[in-house]
């Protein structure tokens, strides 16, 4: 059975600090997806990322995947409070159709 | 990007009452769709795969009985909460994937009172 975790599950981030959200999955996958969430509202697609060693960049956030350590991370470069949401990574199976979430990180951006 | 469509966004509904919940994709046609829960504060849960023309498969744990899932068109599937109880109020949201992204629809608060 596929697992994933997200850590930490709860971030408080510092205007202009960086910071970084780890995902580990426990078994082989085709395809990684990380999502952000704001308050009762549906998930918005940040990256997907397909194969070792890819990197990809928007804005202020970054996300790698390593699939031999089973690890992908999503780095926050100088955080402000737009930011603030939760994030979930995403790992996909059956030709990365069907997803198996994270728990979620949730972060928050103060002043 | 790929829209998906998911209204009115907020259900109330009695115990003991059916409710249907839809996913349209707006600009695309998906012959496959995915439904997920989420409880507050928790991560989304797959609760089935949902197939244009064919049977719904369900993930294990998931009551196909009790979560009737119907895609009778490209454009439109339908998820059925019967029999629904305060237990099942949840954020339901469905997908569909378009290349190599999963869209998500806005999903829909179903409140069981």
């Known amino acids: 059975e596929l697992k994933v975790e997200q850590n930490p599950l709860f971030l408080s981030m510092q205007e202009g600090k960086n910071y970084t959200i780890y995902c580990n999955y426990s078994t082989t996958s085709d395809r990684l997806y990380w999502y952000r969430q704001d308050p009762g509202k549906s998930l918005e697609s940040l990256f997907v990322?397909?194969?070792?060693?890819a990197v990809k960049q928007e804005g202020r956030l970054m996300a790698s995947l390593d699939t031999k350590a089973r690890l992908s991370t999503l780095h926050i470069t100088a955080a402000v409070h737009d930011l603030s949401a939760t994030y979930f990574c995403a790992v996909g199976r059956a030709a990365g159709n069907k997803l198996t979430f994270g728990g979620g990180t949730r972060v928050l951006v103060k002043p | 990007g790929a829209v998906v469509s998911q209204h009115p966004s907020r259900v109330i509904c009695k115990s003991g009452t059916s409710v249907k919940i839809e996913c349209r994709s707006l600009?695309?046609?998906?012959?496959?769709m995915f439904w997920y829960r989420q409880f507050p504060k928790q991560s989304l849960m797959l609760m089935a795969t949902s197939n244009e023309g064919s049977k719904a498969t369900y993930e294990q744990g998931v009551e196909k009985d009790k979560f009737l899932i119907n895609h009778a068109s490209l454009t439109l599937s339908t998820l059925t909460v019967t029999s629904a109880h305060p237990e099942d109020s949840s954020f339901y949201i469905c997908s569909a994937r378009v290349n190599e992204k999963l869209f998500f629809g806005s999903g829909i608060q179903l409140s069981v009172l």
């Open positions: 990322l397909l194969s070792n060693g």
């Open positions: 600009d695309f046609q998906a012959t496959t």
